[in-house]
Each structure stands twice: as C-alpha cells, then as structure tokens.
C-alpha cells in the first residue's frame, strides 16, 4: 500500500530563508504526488502536484517540489520564506487505480520575524 | 464560484450522543470526500461518493458512523453514538470527477468536540 512520511513536524526559519520541507513517498507503482497547505481553521488548499511530466514542479505562492525516482522523495522548497507562509503542509500521495488521497501527518511551518 | 460549504463549523457534544455534518460541494462535482482529520495528524478518508453511489467506506466505522448523498448534491454524515476518540474536524470536499488528476476542493472543515 502507499504511503506517505513528512520527516519533521515542526518547521521553523526567519523571513526570507529558504523553506524546505520534507516528504518521502513508498509505492509499489508510479504514484501521483501533491503538495496542500491549511491555514488555521480553513480547510486544505492544493499548492501542486506530480503526474508524471516535468519532475520539477512550480505551485502557487512560490513554492515549487522536485520529483526524485531515486531517493523517493518530492521535496517542497521556497527560496525566500514570507510570514504568510505560516501553515501547516501535507504531502499526499495518490496512485493509478487507487481512488483516495493518502496524506502525510502533516509540518507545521512557523516564520521568525 | 463559490466552494465547498460545511455546517457546523463547531459542535461540542457529550459521548454517546448523535451529531450530524452537512456538506453542499461545488456545482457541477460529481465526486464527494468526507475526511476526518485528528489533530496532529493528516486527513483520512471515510467515504467517498460518485454521484449518489459509494466508491470507497473502507475506512468508515460502520457501526457508529453513516453518510448519505440522496440526490447526487448535498450530502450528510452521522455519528451515532459518539465517542472520545471521534473528536477531530470533519472534512468535506469535492472534485468534478474521479480522475486520478481531479483536483479535491476542501470546504473549511466541522470541529467536533466529544466530551
């Protein structure tokens, strides 16, 4: 079955660092992979997502994740971290023939000013 | 276009009472999601619903919990009787299919506290 581990369940950089957080997947097939975001008391937002094409993906707000086959990971990355960042963030994984989304348990990412 | 409504927002109730959620997806969604999301931890699916059919309640507890879509739209979900451990926001969302690549549009979610 797949599933998905968020290494880290806090996160916390000052404005304008560089945002990395950490998602590896485990599956037996290609999965599609996906970046979400929650702000406190809303619910989930899709920030990006892999389905195979381009292994290195640009989501909104700037954030963008890189497929890795080798080392099965899908990274979240920003380079310069803004207070509106703080939120926590699930990586998903979703596979062919699989109909659910399983997520990861989710970082909590905190900006210093 | 306006998104995936939910209500409660909040509802704190005592074990072993019933609860029940309402979810109005998006115009047009054929697929709806019910998740439960405890905290500290990632969403999990419950149900999921084509239309009015089930596709997927693998992970519903069945003997306390049900979820209906009558007319394909709107949709509820029940608890009956709660526990403590049921505490958690419920969320719904939507997507137009089913399609690996349909992207599932949350609604902001129903606290529930059991005490």
């Known amino acids: 079955a797949q599933s998905v581990t968020q290494l880290g369940s806090h996160v916390s950089v000052s404005e304008g660092a560089l945002v990395l957080l950490r998602c590896n997947y485990s599956?037996?097939?290609?999965?599609?992979l996906f970046w979400y975001v929650q702000y406190p008391n809303q619910g989930l937002q899709l920030l990006l997502k892999?389905?195979?094409?381009?292994?290195l993906v640009k989501g909104i707000n700037g954030f963008e994740a890189e497929f890795k086959k080798s080392e099965t990971s899908f990274h979240l990355t920003k380079p310069s971290a803004h207070m509106s960042d703080a939120a926590e963030y699930f990586c998903a994984v979703r596979i062919q023939g699989a109909q659910k989304l399983v997520f990861g348990q989710g970082t909590r990412l905190t900006i210093n000013p | 276009e306006a998104g995936v409504a939910q209500s409660p927002r909040y509802k704190i109730i005592e074990k072993r009472q019933s609860v029940a959620f309402w979810c109005n997806p998006i115009s047009g969604h054929a697929t709806l999601y019910w998740y439960q999301q405890i905290l500290g931890q990632g969403p999990k699916l419950l149900i999921q619903f084509q239309n009015n059919g089930v596709v997927d309640d693998s992970q519903l507890p069945k003997d306390r919990f049900s979820a209906e879509r009558l007319k394909g739209v709107d949709s509820t979900l029940k608890i009956q009787p709660a526990k403590l451990e049921d505490s958690a926001v419920y969320l719904c969302a939507s997507s137009f299919r089913q399609g690996i690549q349909d992207e599932q549009f949350f609604g902001p979610g129903t606290r529930l506290t059991v005490l």
């Open positions: 892999y389905t195979s094409a381009a292994t």
């Open positions: 599956s037996s097939v290609p999965p599609y």
